[in-house]
């Protein structure tokens, strides 16, 4: 199974940041990686596909990029309601893999 | 509008067994493989199973592999997992996911609400 490595496990930043969460691959995925939003007790909430393809209503300050094994999920102004858990998840192989997650709080 | 609806979660003890099912309604359902993914409690998410649109494509992941079979019929538009020798890991809630496109691998762009499984004596 491909490994998916994560970073950082949680960060603290303020309204209006830049925020960057990374995803590493174990091995090479072409662009098969998604990334996910999810707020305590919900479901997660498709943001990017296709490593940089924005989900339909998604915001544009959520932006993705990378191929091959390394991986970003950017958040160009952190807003209120951006604070939650990410995850990225590849699209190579099965079994599947997600990362460890990413929690943002608030600073 | 796209929905997905999981029932069948609950209380079971060790060794026991639960059938989860997961009704869709707002898209052609068998053109779309489905997959359940799993978040214990404090947890990360799990991807646990997938099926595809004809049911001739299914796999599980490792850690409930030979426990747990996916399956689904059409003409309830209804994905079901079945969970059989539960462990007290198997704990968590249980989600279903709609594939985007129609490949296996493709991301999940529709998510149910979960429905809890606790496996405890």
């Known amino acids: 199974a491909i490994q998916m490595t994560q970073s950082p496990s949680s960060l603290s930043a303020s309204l209006g940041d830049r925020v960057n969460i990374t995803c590493r691959a174990s091995q090479g995925i072409r662009n098969d990686l998604s990334w996910y939003q999810q707020r305590p007790g919900k479901a997660p909430k498709l943001l990017i596909y296709?490593?940089?393809s924005l989900q339909r209503g998604v915001p544009s300050r959520f932006s993705g990029s990378g191929s091959g094994t390394d991986f970003t999920l950017t958040i160009s102004s952190l807003q209120p309601e951006d604070f939650a858990t990410y995850y990225c998840?590849?699209?190579?192989?099965?079994?599947?893999?997600f990362g460890q997650g990413t929690k943002v709080e608030i600073k | 509008e796209v929905q997905l609806v999981e029932s069948g979660g609950g209380l079971v003890q060790p060794g026991g067994s639960l059938r989860l099912s997961c009704e869709a309604s707002?898209?052609?359902?068998?053109?779309?493989?489905m997959s359940w993914v799993r978040q214990a409690p404090g947890k990360g998410l799990e991807w646990v199973s997938v099926i595809s649109g004809s049911s001739d494509s299914a796999y599980v992941g490792d850690s409930v592999k030979g426990r747990f079979t996916v399956s689904r019929d059409n003409s309830k538009k209804t994905v079901y997992l079945q969970m059989n020798s539960l462990r007290v890991e198997d704990t968590a809630v249980y989600y279903c996911?709609?594939?985007?496109?129609?490949?296996?691998?493709?991301?999940?762009?529709?998510w149910g609400q979960g429905t809890m499984v606790t496996v405890s004596s």
């Open positions: 996911a709609k594939t985007k496109y129609q490949l296996m691998l493709d991301a999940f762009d529709v």
């Open positions: 296709d490593a940089s």
């Open positions: 998840l590849e699209g190579y192989s099965t079994p599947r893999t």
């Open positions: 707002g898209f052609t359902f068998n053109m779309y493989a």
